[in-house]
């Protein structure tokens, strides 16, 4: 009986694998305790215009505590937070935050 050629491990598919554009930031957020998802994030927006521009693009949103647990909720479900279901406000804040 003749042994099977293995087939070559072809590495992580594209789909795994994040874009990061500025691979320096990624690093220190990550080791500072960031999620890959909110690092990469910060990291691509930072090389799409400059660090300093990234924290004040947007509009003004009310804080968390001000949030309805159903909008919070709906919030930690778009970004995939598990367990959100069974949390308390404060839980669902933290989960937030921290993601």
């Given at each position: 009986?003749a042994?099977?050629?293995k087939?070559?491990d072809?590495?992580p598919?594209?789909?795994t694998?994040?874009?990061?554009k ?5 690093e220190?957020l990550r ?14 927006a930072?090389?799409a215009t400059?660090r300093?521009e990234v ?7 009310p804080s968390?505590e ?6 919070l909720r709906?919030?930690?479900?778009e ?17 937030l935050r921290?993601?």
């Open positions: 009986m042994a099977r050629a087939k070559a072809p590495g598919s594209i789909k694998v994040p874009s990061i500025d691979r320096e930031l990624y220190t080791e500072e305790g960031n999620s890959k998802e909110k690092s990469a994030r910060i990291a691509n930072a090389a400059s300093h924290g004040h693009r947007g509009g003004t949103s968390y001000e949030w309805t647990v159903e909008r709906h919030r930690a479900a970004i995939g937070i598990p367990g959100r279901s069974g949390m308390k406000k404060a839980d669902l804040i933290e989960a921290t993601h």
